[in-house]
């Protein structure tokens, strides 16, 4: 998919119809201030393994997903999302328990 792209997809015409060829390499001079990747996050797709695709694309995954803001309340639980909806009706915490921590728990449920 990201060696095969070509720009001409519906979310890349979002974007400015860059593929994700031209974006990870991120030389060209057609990718806007804005499109532009910090070098740490450049893959030379045309080189680059299958397995180094994979890794550069699950780095920039990972970066988006620990800048992420989720709301709280004042008590720091996290509110107003689906899950956490689900949570509430079913009377499940919001919190880790004990010696808990949201690092080794499964999906947000706590014991």
């Known amino acids: 998919m990201i060696r095969d792209d070509d720009g001409t ?3 890349a015409q979002d974007f400015g119809g860059l593929s ?3 974006v ?3 030389t060209s001079p057609h990718i806007p201030k804005d499109f532009k990747l910090p ?3 450049h893959v030379d797709v045309a ?3 299958d397995q180094q695709i994979v890794q550069g694309v699950a780095a920039l ?3 988006y997903v620990e800048q992420l803001l989720f709301s709280q309340d004042k008590k720091g639980n996290f509110n107003l999302s689906p899950f956490d909806v689900f949570l509430s009706v079913n009377g499940l915490p919001g919190q880790p328990a004990g010696n808990k ?6 999906g947000g449920c706590f014991d």
């Open 9 to 11: 997809g519906a979310l």
């Open 20 to 22: 994700y060829r031209t």
């Open 24 to 26: 990870l390499t991120g």
């Open 39 to 41: 070098g740490r996050f």
């Open 47 to 49: 080189r680059a393994s």
């Open 61 to 63: 995954i990972s970066a």
């Open 101 to 106: 921590t949201r690092s080794n728990t499964v």
